[in-house]
């Protein structure tokens, strides 16, 4: 899961920095930031722990994943949602 998200963050970072990012980046910076320090102050955080700060922060996640129209967005979706057990 941590993985995953981590994933997704680099992802939005390198989408930005190329300018192909069409989410608004202020909404994309706050749920970076807001995972970022997370992992920052949690550095060991458990999967179930993380599993459930995901969950309360789903909305959050899903505005780090790329646009519908990516190829990437259905397999990073469908492995988000299994992680998530959804």
């Not at 941590?2 to 963050?9: N, S």
């Not at 992802?11 to 930005?16: D, F, L, N, Q």
């Not at 989410?23 to 459930?52: A, C, D, M, N, Q």
């Not at 899903?62 to 992680?83: D, F, H, I, T």
């Amino acid at each position: 899961m941590k993985e995953l998200v981590q994933k997704l963050i680099r992802m939005r970072k390198e989408m930005i920095r190329r300018g192909v990012s069409k989410k608004s980046y202020l909404r994309v910076h706050k749920s970076i930031k807001l995972f970022t320090t997370y992992f920052e102050r949690f550095p060991k955080v458990s999967e179930e722990t993380f599993k459930g700060y995901c969950l309360k922060h789903k909305e959050d996640i899903s505005v780090l994943l790329p646009g519908r129209g990516s190829s990437s967005y259905q397999a990073l979706n469908q492995e988000l949602n299994q992680l998530l057990n959804l």
